[in-house]
């Protein structure tokens, strides 16, 4: 029987394989010019490794195998509708685990910066942007202001009991925290931002 007909191969699944010319070159360039410049996005032979160690998997909807076949695919859409993008906790356990050296994090965090260049919006992009604003502001995380900016009092309330706890052990301060030097952070942050 020739190979196309035949549905695995060594116990790889051949029709979720792509060739090089069947890859979409432009969003491939696109998620490697976003950083995944070292992903080694082409050389996935999907044998989901990834996502059998995947840490977040029972909560995705994409898991970093069919991720990075889509990303081969220029399935954009679908990749940046995904959840995927926003519950990966970039603990690297596919990456560290690829036979191949594919870095499916790389190809996450990738996407993401795509998909928040282009204005998605989601509690995610939220709270992304309110921690970068409030770090920003004071050099360092003051926690019950990041809850209280993101879910409101609500939230505060419902995190209270924890929040004390952590208090109480010395891993979290009451008040805010004051970095040493503020002139020096604030350079640094000029520094990256025109970069
Ligand atoms: S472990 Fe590597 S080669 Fe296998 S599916 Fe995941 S990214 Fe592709
Ligand atoms: S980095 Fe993301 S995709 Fe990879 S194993 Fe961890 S949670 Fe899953």
Request: glycine share 10%.
């Amino acid at each position: 029987m020739a190979v196309k007909n035949k549905k695995f191969l060594f116990g790889l699944k051949v029709d979720r394989q792509l060739d090089g010319d069947k890859m979409n070159r432009e969003f491939l360039d696109k998620v490697i010019a976003e950083g995944g410049e070292g992903a080694a996005i082409a050389a996935c032979m999907q044998c989901g490794t990834c996502s059998g160690g995947c840490t977040n998997i029972d909560l995705m909807d994409m898991s970093p195998r069919t991720l990075v076949l889509m990303v081969q695919r220029g399935e954009w859409e679908k990749v940046l509708k995904s959840n995927a993008l926003w519950l990966c906790t970039s603990c690297y356990i596919c990456t560290s685990r690829c036979p191949r050296g594919v870095r499916p994090a790389d190809v996450i965090e990738a996407v993401k910066a795509i998909g928040i260049r282009q204005g998605v919006e989601n509690d995610s992009t939220k709270f992304n942007q309110i921690f970068v604003e409030l770090v920003e502001k004071r050099g360092i995380l003051f926690e019950p202001e990041l809850m209280q900016k993101y879910g409101g009092l609500q939230a505060m309330l419902a995190q209270a009991k924890l929040g004390i706890q952590l208090t109480l052990k010395g891993k979290m301060s009451p008040l805010p925290a004051k970095i040493k030097d503020p002139k020096k952070f604030s350079e640094a942050l000029e520094k990256v931002g025109k970069q």
